[in-house]
């Protein structure tokens, strides 16, 4: 079946811009993350979605960024006024139940964005 | 906060070398813990995982056991292949919140 799918794959954008970062997660997961990986840093977590939950917002690392998910399934992660230190790959992923429980977190192939 | 604390790469074995990558989890309760590899070109996929004390996980040779003493989840494996080197990343978390994630060991294996 479908994977996590993410896009675009790669976006490069100049710094001050605003970008939108896409994910469709695996049809039937409740649960839904974003993750920054940046070279050398491992996952940054971001946000975290759990079905009809307020979202855990507690990763995210300014008020530039910003993260929804429409009807419980597809979610963009919005970053305003972007800046070079946003560049990283940026990682959605999902699950079939709660974080930090048995369920796997399937990850997508990520959107490598670069802020020139 | 929950931290986890994951042994610095890169790691440089000939084949059928023994493996270990330590990884710690530091928290105010016990998490469930996990193993993700990243091969080359890839995407994260999970390795392996525990949900409570002195659970095993085991998967394609790679073993990880709990212990609840330390929150330790050392991954092992008695003789890595070529086809083992990629990028291994801890994780742990608490029922409800997302995984903290360690930063990732380099695995390079030459035959």
């Known amino acids: 079946g479908a994977g996590v799918s993410q896009s675009p794959s790669n976006k490069v954008t100049e710094k001050g811009k605003d970008v939108e970062l896409r994910c469709d997660p695996i049809?039937?997961?409740?649960?839904l993350y974003w993750y920054r990986q940046s070279l050398g840093q491992g996952l940054e977590f971001l946000i975290y979605f759990q079905g009809n939950s307020a979202p855990d917002k507690s990763g995210l690392p300014s008020d530039r960024f910003s993260a929804e998910r429409t009807g419980g399934s597809v979610s963009t992660l919005t970053i305003q006024r972007t800046q070079q230190e946003d560049s990283a790959v940026y990682l959605c992923?999902?699950?079939?139940?709660?974080?930090?429980?048995?369920?796997?977190?399937?990850f997508g192939p990520g959107t490598r964005l670069t802020v020139t | 906060g929950d931290s986890v604390t994951q042994m610095e790469g890169p790691v440089t074995l000939s084949e059928e070398a023994f493996l270990t990558i330590n990884c710690t989890y530091t928290a105010t309760g016990y998490p469930s813990l996990f193993w993700y590899v990243q091969y080359p070109g890839e995407g994260l996929q999970l390795l392996l995982k525990?949900?409570?004390?002195?659970d095993k996980g085991s998967n394609k040779g790679f073993e990880a056991t709990y212990r609840k003493e330390t929150t330790s989840f050392h991954l092992e494996k008695g003789s890595v292949q070529v086809s083992d080197s990629a990028v291994y990343f801890c994780a742990g978390g608490q029922a409800g919140t997302a995984l903290i994630f360690g930063k990732g060991t380099t695995l390079s294996v030459s035959s």
């Open positions: 525990a949900t409570k004390a002195d």
């Open positions: 049809s039937g997961h409740t649960a």
């Open positions: 992923a999902s699950s079939l139940g709660p974080a930090g429980t048995t369920y796997e977190q399937y």
